[in-house]
Every structure is written in structure tokens, then in C-alpha cells.
């Protein structure tokens, strides 16, 4: 099957494996950190990584040398998808088996599965026997917070106990405080007044007093009633994007030879469902225009590595540039929610001038 395949259709199946395991990692990472946060993995992501690992197992097959059955490569293939076949049928013991003698033979995602498998495992058991299982991290808080109260009730207890000792100890308090009471709540006598008459009349005013008029107060105008009346709007907040991540490498005009290309990012505080996404790689050809694209990709690691079949795939479909930036995604790269970097490029296979 692997011989039918052209050269140009071959190369488009194993960049798309490589797309699929870049998926499945992503996925893979997603799961341990639902697994260390919250202890429950949704349905729906864990039918999202079986759907990956089912079409990576199509290409594969699609790939793979029918006379070859005796390499490491074919032995970690074929006991990978026999584990897999266990682990639908409910029999986790025989496929954690399976998925060792396949990580022995370093497949790529026998370890994220034993891990998986272990999970599911004791969760099973769990609901059988009702048990409740509290994350680590809850079970750490919760500990604290008992800690500190019984810390606090004690600190509580021992001043009681020394503002007794002390006022036990002093007999003069008592009497102190009733001298102090008694100066405070004496009755106060009131003060004489005396009135002082003269014996000379006071004289009364002769002259009529004259009525003054008395100015109306100005009547207001419409724009004063109206800006009056008119309450004044709030301002409504706006959220913050996210800065754009800061790029360690490549640098900006790297001109492709061969290998592997490595972004790196500069470590950021994420949230667990935070992502360093490549959410930009588009291809243009020598008249500058757009005729390729990849996917996003994403990493909660500041590091995304994008194997070399992605750029000889761009490379054979004659693409010269390659413009890629970087923002962070909140679940997946489809969800970003920062600023996004500043466009970079990649000479294919030397640089380019725009």
C-alpha cells in the first residue's frame, strides 16, 4: 500500500501524522492538567484523543511497509493498537501491558496512555466502592486552612488566659476602676445666673420702616433643567487582552535549510487551560501571494516544535516565504485571548524580501 502512494501524496500523509501527534500531545497535556487540577476529565475531551489516536492509526496503517513486521517501529505500532483495542474493551490490566512493551520500543504516546489508563483505572474503582478522591491541591488547601484555625483558636486561648493571670494578680485594679467610675459619674451643679436691669428705659424707634422688595430668584433655562435631569454615564470597564508573548527564537529572517524548527517563548504565569499558541504560519510564493497555511498549534510548555515535513510540504508546493506570530489561547488555539506578535518570516530556501 505504502509503494502505490506518490511522492508528493506520501509527503502530505506524513506531515498530516505529524500534525495528528502534535494534536494528540497538546491533548495529552490538556488531560494531565485536568487530572492534577479538577480529578474529571470530561467525556468529550477523552472522545477527542480517541478520535485522534484513530486517525493516526489510519495513516499508519496507510504508511507502513507490509514486509516490515520486524522493526522497533512495528513492534511499538502493533502493541500500541493492540492496548488500544484492550482499553475500549474494559481491560485495563492487559492494556497497560501492552502500552509498556510499546513505550519500551519508544512509541511516542505509550506513556500519556499508561498514565491514562492508571487514571481511569482508579477512578472505576472508585465509583464501585463510593469512594470520593479530592485533588492533591484541594486536599493541601485543606489542610492549611485547618492548621491555621487550630492556630488561631490556641493564640486565642493563651491570651485569655494571660489577661486573667494578670488582672488575678493585682488586687488595686478593682478599686482603681471604681475611683475612675466614681470621678466620671459625679452629678455636676448648675452654674447661678444673675440679670442685670438698667433703670433708663430703651428707647423705641420713631421712624416708620420702608418694606424693601425682595428679587425673585432667576428661573432656570431648558439646558440647565436638562443637564440637571440627566444623569451622568458610568464608564464600563474594558477588559485587558493578554500581552503578546515574548519570542527567545527563532529570529526574525531565519532561511530554512532542513530540520526541525524550534519557537521558543519567554516563561509566562498561565492559568492550566492557557496555551502558547503559533496562531499564524501562512506560505506565499514568489509573486508574494498566500497558497498555504498551517494550522494553529499550541503548547502550555514556551517551547512549540514544528517537525521539518511541515516546511518541505510548503517547500514542494513552491511556497519562498513563510509569515508566522504567536499569541496565548485560552483552552485551544481557536480561543485566543492576548495580543498576538509581531509577524515574523522564514525564507524557503533563502530569505525573503517582501
Given at each position: 500500500?505504502?509503494?502505490?502512494l506518490?511522492?508528493?501524496?506520501?509527503?502530505?500523509k506524513?506531515?498530516e501524522?505529524?500534525?495528528?501527534?502534535?494534536?494528540?500531545?497538546?491533548l495529552?497535556?490538556?488531560?494531565a492538567?485536568?487530572i492534577?487540577?479538577?480529578?474529571?476529565?470530561?467525556?468529550?475531551?477523552?472522545?477527542?484523543?480517541?478520535?485522534?489516536?484513530?486517525?493516526?492509526?489510519?495513516?499508519?496503517?496507510?504508511?507502513?511497509d507490509?514486509d516490515?513486521?520486524?522493526?522497533s517501529?512495528a513492534i511499538?505500532?502493533?502493541?500500541?493498537?493492540?492496548?488500544?483495542?484492550?482499553?475500549?474493551?474494559?481491560?485495563?490490566?492487559?492494556?497497560a501491558?501492552?502500552?509498556?512493551r510499546?513505550?519500551?520500543y519508544?512509541?511516542?504516546?505509550?506513556?500519556?496512555?499508561?498514565?491514562?489508563?492508571?487514571?481511569r483505572e482508579k477512578?472505576?474503582?472508585?465509583?464501585?466502592?463510593?469512594k470520593?478522591?479530592?485533588?492533591?491541591s484541594?486536599?493541601?488547601?485543606?489542610?492549611?486552612?485547618?492548621?491555621?484555625?487550630?492556630?488561631?483558636i490556641?493564640?486565642?486561648l493563651?491570651?485569655?488566659?494571660?489577661?486573667?493571670?494578670?488582672?488575678?494578680?493585682?488586687p488595686?485594679?478593682?478599686s482603681?476602676?471604681?475611683?475612675?467610675?466614681a470621678?466620671a459619674?459625679?452629678?455636676l451643679t448648675?452654674?447661678?445666673?444673675?440679670?442685670?436691669?438698667p433703670?433708663?428705659p430703651?428707647?423705641?424707634?420713631t421712624?416708620?420702616?420702608?418694606?424693601t422688595?425682595?428679587?425673585?430668584?432667576?428661573t432656570?433655562?431648558?439646558?440647565e433643567?436638562t443637564?440637571?435631569?440627566?444623569?451622568?454615564?458610568?464608564?464600563?470597564?474594558?477588559?485587558?487582552?493578554?500581552?503578546?508573548?515574548?519570542?527567545?527564537g527563532?529570529?526574525?529572517?531565519?532561511?530554512w535549510?532542513?530540520?526541525?524548527?524550534?519557537?521558543?517563548?519567554e516563561?509566562?504565569?498561565?492559568?492550566f487551560?492557557?496555551?502558547?499558541c503559533?496562531?499564524?504560519?501562512r506560505g506565499?510564493?514568489?509573486t508574494?501571494?498566500?497558497?498555504?497555511?498551517?494550522q494553529?498549534?499550541?503548547s502550555?510548555?514556551?517551547v512549540?516544535?514544528?517537525?521539518?515535513?511541515?516546511?518541505?510540504?510548503a517547500?514542494v508546493?513552491?511556497?519562498?516565504?513563510i509569515?508566522?506570530?504567536?499569541a496565548i489561547g485560552?483552552?485551544?488555539?481557536q480561543?485566543i485571548?492576548g495580543?498576538?506578535?509581531?509577524?515574523?518570516i522564514?525564507?524557503?530556501?533563502?530569505p525573503?524580501d517582501?
Amino acid at each position: 500500500m505504502a509503494a502505490e502512494l506518490s511522492r508528493e501524496m506520501r509527503l502530505r500523509k506524513q506531515a498530516e501524522l505529524q500534525s495528528l501527534q502534535t494534536t494528540l500531545t497538546s491533548l495529552r497535556e490538556r488531560e494531565a492538567s485536568y487530572i492534577e487540577a479538577s480529578a474529571n476529565i470530561p467525556i468529550l475531551f477523552s472522545q477527542q484523543i480517541d478520535d485522534v489516536r484513530h486517525q493516526i492509526a489510519e495513516i499508519e496503517n496507510l504508511l507502513a511497509d507490509e514486509d516490515d513486521t520486524v522493526s522497533s517501529a512495528a513492534i511499538a505500532r502493533q502493541a500500541y493498537a493492540d492496548a488500544f483495542s484492550a482499553e475500549r474493551a474494559g481491560d485495563f490490566s492487559k492494556a497497560a501491558k501492552l502500552y509498556k512493551r510499546a513505550a519500551r520500543y519508544s512509541h511516542p504516546d505509550a506513556s500519556q496512555a499508561i498514565r491514562s489508563i492508571r487514571y481511569r483505572e482508579k477512578t472505576q474503582k472508585n465509583r464501585l466502592t463510593g469512594k470520593i478522591v479530592l485533588p492533591s491541591s484541594q486536599t493541601r488547601s485543606t489542610g492549611r486552612l485547618f492548621i491555621w484555625v487550630a492556630a488561631v483558636i490556641i493564640l486565642i486561648l493563651i491570651l485569655v488566659f494571660v489577661v486573667n493571670g494578670i488582672l488575678g494578680s493585682n488586687p488595686q485594679t478593682a478599686s482603681v476602676t471604681a475611683q475612675v467610675t466614681a470621678t466620671a459619674t459625679a452629678t455636676l451643679t448648675p452654674a447661678l445666673v444673675q440679670l442685670i436691669v438698667p433703670d433708663t428705659p430703651t428707647p423705641q424707634p420713631t421712624a416708620t420702616a420702608t418694606a424693601t422688595a425682595t428679587p425673585a430668584p432667576p428661573t432656570p433655562t431648558a439646558t440647565e433643567i436638562t443637564s440637571a435631569a440627566a444623569p451622568t454615564a458610568t464608564p464600563t470597564a474594558v477588559p485587558t487582552p493578554m500581552p503578546a508573548p515574548r519570542i527567545i527564537g527563532p529570529s526574525d529572517g531565519l532561511v530554512w535549510n532542513d530540520g526541525a524548527i524550534v519557537f521558543e517563548f519567554e516563561r509566562q504565569n498561565l492559568d492550566f487551560d492557557q496555551l502558547y499558541c503559533l496562531n499564524t504560519l501562512r506560505g506565499y510564493d514568489s509573486t508574494g501571494t498566500e497558497n498555504w497555511s498551517y494550522q494553529p498549534v499550541g503548547s502550555q510548555k514556551p517551547v512549540i516544535v514544528l517537525d521539518a515535513n511541515v516546511f518541505r510540504v510548503a517547500k514542494v508546493q513552491g511556497m519562498k516565504c513563510i509569515k508566522w506570530s504567536a499569541a496565548i489561547g485560552k483552552g485551544t488555539c481557536q480561543n485566543i485571548i492576548g495580543q498576538s506578535t509581531v509577524e515574523r518570516i522564514i525564507g524557503l530556501p533563502r530569505p525573503c524580501d517582501f
